[in-house]
């Protein structure tokens, strides 16, 4: 079994105390507080994707109701003292050179406590309930559930009556960014670290509500620096181009369902990227959680980028916490203690020590990811992984829009409610 | 989401304008005449060059001008380009890297000069060669247009050794639509010399034209002062005021550094909210909203917490230009930038000393009726909405102005 010493990153107030919340009468996101509970309710509307793979936004090139939904309680809950440290006092820069790679020096980030002993060879661990979840999490970190509507319509309820187990999204107390989330789907079912098409889907259809290039969602899998054992997924805004979006690309698959595969060129990870072309979410879902599943059942830890409204999707296979379990890791990079993260992958790379935010350059960059990459062998696997699943054939009746929230009703409260 | 059947359809492409540009004639004819002649469109239309003039500082960076050539082109009339922005060229097939790359020409205030893949409104690809510079304002070194000239591809210049072709003036007709876009001399033409001359010469008569009828000043250069890192006051980064266009609100940025804090950027929904023009609130101290009823208490507000740099919300009678008063619910808070931790000269004298670079002070104003307590509620979430969404924008780092020499035609 290999392990790694590791100081995990708080994403929750709740996540040092180890009281367990049964009838808590704390206002929890369990199932002893949220069914009944009269909560926020962002309902997005279903998104057409014209023939050019573009979104049919009503909204065109302008901001959504998403980022006000977001980024308009950001401010309350700073003034409620639920952040650990204001991110926006954190310096950033682009470090100069082709790609651009962004720092952030971030001391504030990562807990200074003992480190914990954390598994990183298996990438599907079971779910327990005595670690921390998100349903131990209080409802002030809570910024709205997240469902879709029955039209091509979005609403806002703030005081919604929620029943079954919702979709939420809660605010990242040690944020990189301003606006930085934890996308957490139907929370109650307490689903580990793993996915699913629907789930996948639901992530997707959140980036393309969000409607904007600089709104982005990350997935890490367990072994691919994954904090918590609950699936979730990270996202914020950043109005600058990442660097992997601007690394070349070479094409390598135009599937007859109409998306593209493209395999990263001259980029220090090897990547796959996912375009929807003139496919649609639901298929490009489909055929991606079919590689996914690939790399689970060989253990293969990755990391998922969501960008460009959903309609790019970037794949990372990674093996970093292996090689630094085994001694492998150049120590100079070690000791930055730089967990290569999904944003880390993507050019966006924070760092906890002063000394090692103002030397830093795209050469350390590169390196530290370089050592990200998996091997030539098993990245050839992998594209022969891409292949093979790209012929399975696609199931449309499996996806039913309810899919996403089969069991989840709630009733308006009449007042309240915004139609966006 | 519904499932598509994948099948491509051949009718017409739709051309979509921004909901925001309600007024889109008006707006378009303001963007030129605030730089230039009112001849200008004359002075254009000699040209015989396929191009385009886009706005960075109207909503979804629209186009304001378009030539002739241009519209035979790609076939639509000019009234359905203008107002518009670019993106209806591109399609299914457009590499989504040539897309990221002009993009972010754009934001770094630089030229592009790249091979693209375009559509006609009748749905037909073309190969365009696209060239992109930034015309920048003497004044005050913001870019104030974009201009974007196209040089179409076929195989068949590809194919002829002699490349001998009259100018930019080749007829479209001449261009095969029947070659499908895949044909490997079209993607594998590497552009010669010559193409790419051309390309810089249209692009130098149109700026060089530009710059003749400009009533204010405006070059393809910047000022050599602020090249060697003299910032005018007031100047506002492209990468900036894109993000700024995309909230659909009220509101203005004030600059706490200049003398009288006055304003530096002020959105298309105050100018409709207050009456007035860009030029007419641009550098001006954002009292002149005030008039002979507005109570002095909300004024003292607002002085003491900039004083403090502290956020606060008041309701203030403001003034529409024709003299209308309304109520406004007037939210305003200091914004940072990505830097860190710069004394503000601005708030060094205070108590409070914010150790923080304040970037901006941000103004978001709703219009709301004297009585009802749901409409301070419904405001309150847009004006934390819109200032949340001002503070990404002015976070984000900016790149091109002050960071990278603009590239030049020399």
């Not at chain 1, 003034?79 to 971030?106: H, S, W």
């Not at chain 2, 051309?15 to 605030?34: A, E």
């Not at chain 2, 992109?132 to 179409?152: I, K, W």
């Not at chain 2, 004394?343 to 002070?361: E, I, R």
Request: with cysteine; charged share 25%.
């Amino acid at each position: 079994m290999l392990t790694i010493r590791r100081i995990p990153t708080i994403v929750s107030n709740y996540q040092e105390s180890l009281e367990s919340k049964i009838g808590c009468g704390k206002n929890c996101l369990g199932s002893c507080c949220i069914p009944g509970a009269r909560l926020p309710l962002y309902l997005f509307g279903n998104q057409e994707l014209d023939e050019h793979g573009e979104i049919q936004s009503k909204e065109l090139g302008q901001n959504s109701f998403l980022d006000s939904a977001i980024l308009g309680q950001w401010a309350d809950k700073q003034a409620e003292g639920l952040f650990r440290y204001d991110v926006t006092a954190c310096d950033t820069k682009v470090l100069p050179g082709k790609y651009g790679f962004i720092a952030q020096l971030n001391e504030g980030r990562h807990l200074k406590k003992r480190p914990t002993e954390f598994r990183v060879d298996q990438v599907l661990q079971p779910f327990d309930h005595k670690k921390f979840n998100f349903t131990k999490v209080g409802q002030e970190e809570m910024l709205f559930c997240f469902e879709q509507s029955n039209n091509d319509k979005s609403y806002y309820h703030s005081k919604a009556y929620i029943r079954g187990s919702p979709n939420v999204v809660v605010i990242n107390v040690s944020p990189i960014e301003y606006g930085h989330i934890l996308l957490v789907p139907r929370v109650l079912d307490c689903i580990p670290q793993h996915l699913e098409t629907d789930t996948f889907l639901l992530a997707i259809y959140m980036a393309a509500e969000a409607s904007s290039p600089f709104f982005r969602l990350g997935y890490n899998s367990l072994g691919a620096f994954a904090t918590i054992n609950h699936l979730h997924f990270q996202a914020y805004y950043l109005g600058n181009c990442f660097p992997v979006e601007k690394a070349p690309t070479k094409l390598i698959l135009h599937h007859y369902k109409g998306f593209k595969v493209y395999q990263l060129e001259n980029y220090p990870v090897k990547g796959i990227v996912y375009e929807v072309g003139e496919s649609n979410f639901e298929e490009l879902a489909f055929y991606i959680i079919k590689v996914c599943k690939g790399l689970q059942g060989r253990n293969i830890p990755y990391n998922i980028l969501i960008a460009n409204k959903g309609c790019q999707i970037f794949l990372f296979p990674q093996c970093y916490a292996e090689k630094q379990a085994r001694g492998e890791v150049d120590l100079e990079i070690l000791e930055t203690q730089v967990n290569p993260a999904v944003w880390e992958i993507s050019g966006h790379i924070v760092l906890k020590r002063k000394e090692d935010f103002e030397r830093a350059t795209e050469e350390y960059a590169w390196r530290l990811l370089a050592e990200v990459s998996v091997s030539e062998k098993v990245f050839d696997e992998i594209i022969k992984l891409v292949f093979s699943s790209a012929e399975d054939k696609f199931d449309a009746k499996l996806y039913h829009k309810s899919l996403i929230s089969t069991d989840i009703t709630y009733y308006t409260v009449g007042e309240n409610v915004i139609m966006v | 989401m519904a499932l598509q059947n994948g099948s491509l359809l051949s009718s017409d492409r739709k051309c979509v304008r921004s909901p925001r540009m309600k007024n889109h004639k008006l707006i378009v004819s303001q963007s030129l005449i605030r730089s230039y002649r009112a001849s200008i469109q004359d002075e254009l239309q000699k040209h015989a060059y396929n191009f385009v003039l886009c706005d960075p500082g109207l909503p979804d960076h629209p186009i304001v001008y378009a030539s002739d050539g241009f519209l035979e082109m790609t076939g639509y009339s000019r009234d359905e380009v203008l107002g518009r922005n670019c993106r209806f060229l591109q399609g299914r097939d457009t590499d989504k890297r040539a897309i990221v790359e002009i993009r972010e020409a754009i934001r770094e205030e630089r030229d592009c000069q790249i091979k693209i893949l375009n559509y006609t409104k009748a749905g037909k690809p073309f190969w365009n060669l696209f060239h992109l510079a930034p015309v920048f304002s003497q004044q005050d070194g913001r870019v104030v247009h974009f201009v974007g000239v196209q040089l179409p591809i076929s195989s068949k210049l590809a194919a002829r050794k002699d490349g001998h072709l009259t100018g930019l003036e080749l007829s479209f007709d001449e261009l095969e639509f029947e070659e499908h876009f895949d044909n490997p001399s079209c993607k594998n033409y590497h552009l010669s010399e010559e193409d790419k001359q051309r390309a810089f010469a249209a692009v130098k008569a149109v700026l060089q034209e530009l710059a003749n009828s400009s009533c204010k000043g405006v070059s393809s250069m910047r000022s050599k002062s602020f090249s060697e890192g003299v910032i005018p006051p007031g100047f506002v980064a492209t990468s900036l005021l894109l993000a700024l266009t995309r909230i659909p609100h009220s509101f203005v940025l004030t600059d706490p550094h200049l003398p009288d804090m006055p304003i530096v950027h002020a959105s298309l929904e105050f100018l409709e909210l207050t009456g007035y023009t860009r030029e007419e609130v641009i550098g001006r101290n954002c009292r002149f909203l005030q008039g002979p009823d507005t109570d002095l208490a909300p004024i003292e507000e607002l002085r003491s917490s900039i004083s403090e740099g502290q956020t606060c919300t008041v309701r203030i009678l403001n003034y529409r230009k024709n003299k209308e008063p309304f109520w406004n619910s007037l939210h305003i808070s200091p914004v940072r930038n990505s830097s860190g931790k710069v004394v503000s000269l601005f708030l060094t004298h205070s108590l409070k000393c914010s150790p923080f670079q304040v970037a901006y002070y941000a103004g978001i104003q709703v219009a709301v009726s004297h009585s009802s307590e749901e409409d301070e509620g419904r405001a309150r979430m847009q004006q934390l909405g819109t200032l949340g969404a001002i503070k990404v924008a002015v976070r984000s780092i900016q790149t091109g102005a002050v960071l990278r020499k603009s590239k030049t035609i020399s």
